[in-house]
């Protein structure tokens, strides 16, 4: 069996259109097409690390209580969805594919992501630019998952969820619960007194949470997962904000040490259920919060919805630090500049030169007369966008010209430049001004128009260009 034998998938160039040849006696001329080949990948991989951890492999492709998912784009999902699965019945010993969640697809500022082209985000590049924010990435793609339909990654949204969602938020319901604890009680867990009506529906709430998440995750929806850790964070930020305990503190500091408990147990909740969207917020949070050893460093999923003291009274808590930094317009603006120049690059690096037109004899091109010239004034056309007003001196005389250049330069650019001129060309009226040539331009690789200038020393207008 091609499952078994040992066999790996070789790496081959080659065509969709065709395979490698089939390694069986009378299937000379046969080839295995690429995405038959391609999948057994997937469990050689596991028989490699198997064998590098010194575990079995089968269990994870052949065991009944195995759950086999593929998560995979949608344009493949007719080989993971019929193929592969056709191979595995086939053969017989193989479980199937539980589910297939296939993603739609992520484009980045509105054109296809490209690694060949550079128009991608580059982890490594990333890190280098905001470091110790591997967190806010998670968050933005996560958030932004193309779960039902092609979505777009932007920097300047990508800016918006940091700023708006993890700063203001998140971060900015960890940071007053952490400070207020701190400045009232040193860092010490409060003790409680009597829970009120709304202190115990909101530590309700919040023992709801673990199973509301739990349940978008297991049905690969998540980014209806991460909205829902989000809406923890918002239920921590309404009940501070609605009991007020920098007022309460004032008249009644008893209320006071329950607010702050029940705070502080959100926050611990937090600390948990954000571990599988972000890693790295939880680890620090759960530092701050004094959980990273001991009985309460063992709190696991299930316990935020089962415990009643997640974060004991008498435990000391750290200082605060911030989460999240609000990212600035400046580092926005680099991010877009990098693509731009990409763009630019790949535009320049793709632009096809305009075929050659039909074939001139010399006495058509003696025809025409080109002069170098400079120009001595300008002036915008009126009610024209393109158009400007140009006098030339060519040499033979001082002649107006108007020429289509107004989007790519002002008029204040072009006095004093010199130019090439096309003098002989019949003359044509122009929104009622008589243009008496031509003056010959080429296109970088944006567009912008470019000169064609005689700019060596001693040349001077009227010179003959042949």
Same mark, same amino acid.
């Given at each position: 069996?091609?499952?078994?034998?040992?066999?790996?998938?070789?790496?081959?160039?080659?065509?969709?259109?065709?395979?490698?040849?089939?390694? !069986?006696?009378?299937?000379?001329?046969?080839?295995?097409?690429?995405?038959?080949?391609?999948?057994?990948?997937?469990?050689?991989?596991?028989?490699?690390?198997?064998?590098?951890?010194?575990?079995?492999?089968?269990?994870?492709?052949?065991?009944?209580?195995?759950?086999?998912?593929?998560? *995979?784009?949608?344009?493949?999902?007719?080989?993971?969805?019929?193929?592969?699965?056709?191979?595995?019945?086939?053969?017989?010993?193989?479980?199937?594919?539980?589910?297939?969640?296939?993603?739609?697809?992520?484009?980045?500022?509105? &054109?296809?992501?490209?690694?060949?082209?550079?128009?991608?985000?580059?982890?490594?590049?990333?890190?280098?630019?905001?470091?110790?924010?591997?967190? @806010?990435?998670?968050?933005?793609?996560?958030?932004?998952?193309?779960?039902?339909?092609? $979505?777009?990654?932007?920097?300047?949204?990508?800016?918006?969820?940091?700023?708006?969602?993890?700063?203001?938020?998140?971060?900015?319901?960890?940071?007053?619960?952490?400070?207020?604890?701190?400045?009232?009680?040193?860092? !010490?867990?409060?003790?409680? $007194?009597?829970?009120?009506? !709304?202190?115990?529906?909101?530590?309700?709430?919040?023992?709801?949470?673990?199973?509301?998440?739990?349940?978008? @995750?297991?049905?690969?929806?998540?980014?209806?997962?991460?909205?829902?850790?989000?809406?923890?964070?918002?239920?921590?930020?309404?009940?501070?904000?609605?009991?007020?305990?920098?007022?309460?503190?004032?008249?009644?500091?008893?209320?006071?040490?329950?607010?702050?408990?029940?705070?502080?147990?959100?926050?611990?909740?937090?600390?948990?259920?954000?571990?599988?969207?972000?890693?790295?917020?939880?680890?620090?949070?759960?530092?701050?919060?004094?959980?990273?050893?001991?009985?309460?460093?063992?709190?696991?999923?299930?316990?935020?919805?089962?415990?009643?003291?997640?974060?004991?009274?008498?435990?000391?808590?750290?200082?605060?630090?911030?989460?999240?930094?609000?990212?600035?317009?400046?580092?926005?603006?680099?991010?877009?500049?990098?693509?731009?120049?990409?763009?630019?690059?790949?535009?320049?690096?793709?632009?096809?030169?305009?075929?050659?037109?039909?074939? *001139?004899?010399?006495?058509?091109?003696?025809?025409?007369? *080109?002069?170098?010239?400079?120009?001595?004034?300008?002036?915008?056309?009126?009610?024209?966008?393109?158009?400007?007003?140009?006098?030339?001196?060519?040499?033979?005389?001082?002649?107006?010209?108007?020429?289509?250049?107004?989007?790519?330069?002002?008029?204040?650019?072009?006095?004093?430049?010199?130019?090439?001129?096309?003098? &002989?060309?019949?003359?044509?009226?122009?929104?009622?001004?008589?243009?008496?040539?031509?003056?010959?331009?080429?296109?970088?690789?944006?567009?912008?128009?470019?000169?064609?200038?005689?700019?060596?020393?001693?040349?001077? &207008?009227?010179? @003959?260009?042949?």
């Amino acid at each position: 069996s091609w499952l078994d034998d040992g066999l790996k998938p070789r790496a081959v160039t080659r065509d969709l259109d065709w395979g490698i040849p089939v390694p !069986v006696a009378g299937a000379e001329g046969k080839v295995l097409y690429v995405w038959f080949d391609a999948p057994i990948g997937y469990i050689s991989s596991t028989k490699e690390w198997a064998q590098r951890e010194g575990k079995d492999w089968e269990p994870y492709w052949k065991s009944d209580d195995t759950k086999l998912v593929h998560f *995979i784009g949608k344009d493949n999902i007719v080989f993971h969805c019929v193929i592969f699965p056709a191979m595995l019945k086939a053969e017989g010993s193989y479980i199937l594919p539980d589910n297939v969640p296939a993603n739609e697809f992520l484009n980045l500022e509105g &054109n296809k992501l490209s690694t060949s082209k550079n128009w991608a985000v580059w982890l490594h590049e990333y890190l280098q630019d905001f470091p110790g924010q591997q967190d @806010v990435l998670r968050y933005a793609l996560t958030s932004n998952a193309p779960e039902t339909k092609d $979505n777009d990654f932007t920097w300047k949204d990508f800016q918006a969820r940091n700023n708006n969602e993890l700063v203001a938020i998140f971060g900015n319901f960890i940071n007053r619960v952490v400070v207020l604890t701190n400045k009232y009680y040193e860092g !010490v867990v409060p003790q409680p $007194n009597d829970f009120s009506d !709304v202190d115990e529906a909101t530590l309700t709430e919040m023992r709801a949470y673990p199973a509301v998440i739990a349940s978008s @995750v297991e049905r690969y929806r998540f980014r209806e997962a991460l909205g829902e850790l989000m809406n923890l964070a918002r239920l921590g930020n309404k009940y501070l904000a609605d009991e007020e305990p920098w007022k309460v503190i004032k008249d009644n500091p008893a209320r006071v040490q329950t607010q702050m408990y029940v705070a502080l147990q959100i926050a611990t909740a937090l600390s948990v259920l954000s571990e599988p969207f972000l890693p790295f917020t939880a680890a620090k949070l759960r530092g701050m919060l004094g959980i990273t050893s001991g009985a309460v460093g063992k709190l696991s999923w299930n316990d935020i919805s089962l415990k009643t003291d997640l974060l004991p009274a008498g435990g000391q808590i750290g200082q605060a630090e911030l989460l999240f930094a609000k990212i600035e317009d400046e580092e926005i603006q680099k991010q877009v500049d990098k693509l731009e120049a990409t763009k630019t690059a790949n535009a320049a690096e793709n632009k096809v030169a305009e075929p050659q037109k039909d074939l *001139i004899q010399y006495d058509d091109f003696a025809k025409m007369d *080109i002069r170098t010239g400079t120009i001595l004034e300008a002036e915008k056309m009126p009610k024209a966008n393109k158009l400007l007003v140009l006098k030339v001196d060519t040499g033979i005389d001082v002649r107006t010209i108007v020429s289509g250049i107004a989007e790519s330069f002002t008029p204040e650019e072009v006095v004093g430049k010199r130019v090439t001129v096309l003098v &002989n060309l019949a003359p044509r009226a122009l929104r009622g001004v008589e243009s008496q040539g031509m003056i010959l331009m080429t296109q970088n690789s944006e567009g912008k128009l470019v000169f064609l200038n005689p700019d060596t020393d001693g040349v001077g &207008n009227g010179e @003959v260009i042949s």
